[in-house]
């Protein structure tokens, strides 16, 4: 049976390096972002990955169908039980389409959703900083003002929902991603591993 923790939180919330930083330490634990899973598929050159880039380079949500295909045949073929999927879900459609999916996966279990949670400011300063940070080259076409702000009000609108859905089902759990990297990552894996 695969656990898998579901990891959201703002752009620039720290959730991708949160979830990585425990994969790495933890030999029982593998972490994909849905971020990485798409990028690996545009960089690829495939038909599906061109497909996706449109999508991307917009900044807007890539379609249900093939988000929600490309994590269980991640989450599937996963080397071990444990799973840390960050960046997902980002609307309502694919938190619902998920949850039925997953029910009918008799190896899948939804063991957690994690929210990191930090204030719009924070993630602004986060996402602005890593462009100024960037060598010429490479910034990544997503870490403009405009972009931020079209990725903050897609992630932010239909946040409430997100929350109320996982806090009924006991699933939600928040994570103050205000403070140090180290903090964070203390407290993010001490859950997981207490679920495991």
């Known amino acids: 049976m695969k656990k898998l923790f579901l990891i959201i ?3 620039g919330s720290g959730k991708t390096t949160d979830a990585s930083i425990i994969a790495e330490k933890n030999d029982n634990i593998v972490h994909y972002s849905t971020g990485d899973m798409l990028r690996e598929e545009v960089a690829s050159g495939s038909a599906l990955g061109k497909e996706i880039d449109a999508y991307i380079s917009k900044g807007a949500l890539v379609p249900l169908e093939i988000i929600v295909n490309t994590i269980v045949s991640a989450i599937n ?11 997902y879900p980002r609307s309502t459609e694919q938190m619902t389409a998920f949850d039925e999916l ?7 279990e939804l063991t957690s959703v994690i929210e990191v949670r930090v204030s719009q400011e924070v993630a602004r300063q986060r996402i602005l900083g890593r462009r100024a940070e960037a060598a010429p080259g490479e910034e990544r076409s ?8 079209d990725r903050m009000k897609i992630y932010t609108d239909p946040l409430a929902e997100i929350q109320d859905f996982y806090t009924k089902k006991n699933l939600l759990k928040v994570i103050d991603g205000a403070r140090t990297l180290e903090e964070v990552v ?9 679920k495991i």
């Open 77 to 87: 073929n996963a080397p071990v039980d444990n799973v840390l999927i960050d960046g």
């Open 9 to 11: 939180g703002a752009p």
């Open 186 to 194: 203390a407290d993010m894996e001490a859950f997981v591993k207490s």
């Open 142 to 149: 997503d870490d403009s003002e405009e972009v931020f702000n």
């Open 102 to 108: 997953v029910s009918k996966e008799d190896n899948i």
